[in-house]
């Protein structure tokens, strides 16, 4: 069992950032890295970042590239996501992953909650 805490979702204006944070706790052992997912409405979820314990290598969708950090630390099994020049496009439901990260995404095992994130005009 793994329990994914997420927080740092709001509401900012374009152009402004925010910070995500996602604590894992449990059975950790069979993930090998995590990441964020996002779902706007009407749209079907979408990859948006992961990063693997082990090397710490990281992946981005191009939408995100240049704009979105994440960032682990593996001793607290966090991941971060620092969003910076944020679009209204950005708008979304972000969802905590845990699981498997291979050849440039990721295979999700668990899942958070979800947190709102809301950029206007």
């Known amino acids: 069992q793994v329990q994914l805490v997420e927080s740092g979702g709001g509401l900012v204006q374009a152009g402004g950032s925010l910070r995500l944070s996602c604590a894992a706790s449990?059975?950790?052992?069979?993930?090998?890295?995590m990441g964020w997912f996002r779902r706007a409405p009407g749209k079907e979820r979408e990859f948006v970042a992961a990063i693997a314990w082990s090397g710490g290598n990281t992946y981005y969708a191009d939408s995100v590239k240049g704009r979105f950090t994440i960032s682990r630390d593996n001793a607290k099994n966090t991941v971060y996501l620092q969003m910076n020049s944020l679009k209204p496009e950005d708008t979304a439901v972000y969802y905590c992953?845990?699981?498997?990260?291979?050849?440039?995404?990721?295979?999700?095992?668990?899942w958070g909650q979800g947190t709102q994130v809301t950029v206007s005009s």
């Open positions: 449990g059975r950790t052992s069979s993930t090998n890295g």
């Open positions: 992953a845990a699981g498997r990260v291979i050849f440039g995404t990721m295979s999700p095992n668990y």
